[in-house]
């Protein structure tokens, strides 16, 4: 039952159809909200002899969890200094990323991209993960890759969405545009300057999504 909004009223649901007589051996509650008095009271039953239950997962737990849609799966992500390429600006926290001429007075650190204006992120991603970019100017390069991608040099190993090891979504004021190892695919729809990006590490899958009225609808 991931992310099935289930609070600390369902968790004392759950428990009294738990036993005796249920089948239940699995019970997941990843990215809901049981509160501490729900986990308690359903830790009970894997103790009870009169219960077939064996394991119980709740992580990623918390209020947030019971929103509707895809963003109880939010996260906080933060840029990280040392892989911003020279050219880039940090600011708010290191919530915000801006291109510029001048270059900034960042120390050399192995991790930073020598060549390629791009940064990546200090967390790494896990399980399930969603987050929102607001973007302005003439155009924007948003994705993911792994920590493996290459940051000395100029090749296309170090370019996000020109290799096997990075995925992107391009947003302009006319269209948008995903890559993957080279191959382009024009995304016809109308630009929003709000884009949602949702990762689910289990499944393998990777979906950009555009927002203008408040809810994200799949590209």
């Not at 600390?8 to 008095?37: F, I, K, M, V, W």
């Not at 992500?77 to 960042?106: F, G, I, M």
């Not at 791009?118 to 987050?131: F, H, K, N, P």
Request: net charge positive; hydrophobic share 25%.
């Amino acid at each position: 039952m991931p992310g099935c909004c289930v609070t600390e009223q369902g968790c004392t649901s759950l428990a009294l159809c738990s036993r005796p007589y249920s089948h239940l051996r699995e019970l997941d509650l990843s990215y809901n909200h049981p509160g501490d008095s729900g986990v308690k009271l359903l830790s009970y039953l894997l103790q009870d002899p009169e219960c077939k239950l064996e394991k119980m997962h709740v992580d990623y737990g918390g209020q947030c969890r019971i929103r509707p849609g895809l963003r109880k799966y939010s996260c906080q992500l933060t840029l990280d200094p040392n892989r911003a390429n020279t050219h880039l600006y940090l600011s708010e926290e290191n919530r915000k990323v801006t291109c510029r001429k001048e270059e900034q007075k960042h120390p050399d650190h192995p991790n930073r991209f020598e060549c390629r204006k791009q940064v990546l992120c200090v967390e790494s991603l896990s399980d399930r993960c969603y987050w929102e970019v607001l973007w302005s100017g003439i155009a924007a390069v948003i994705g993911v890759s792994y920590k493996g991608i290459r940051r000395k040099g100029d090749s296309e190993d170090c370019r996000l969405g020109y290799n096997d090891k990075s995925w992107v979504l391009y947003c302009s004021d006319k269209s948008y545009a995903v890559r993957h190892n080279r191959k382009r695919t024009e995304i016809p729809v109308p630009p929003s300057s709000k884009v949602g990006v949702y990762v689910d590490f289990v499944s393998g899958t990777l979906s950009f999504y555009s927002i203008s009225s408040g809810e994200p609808t799949l590209l």
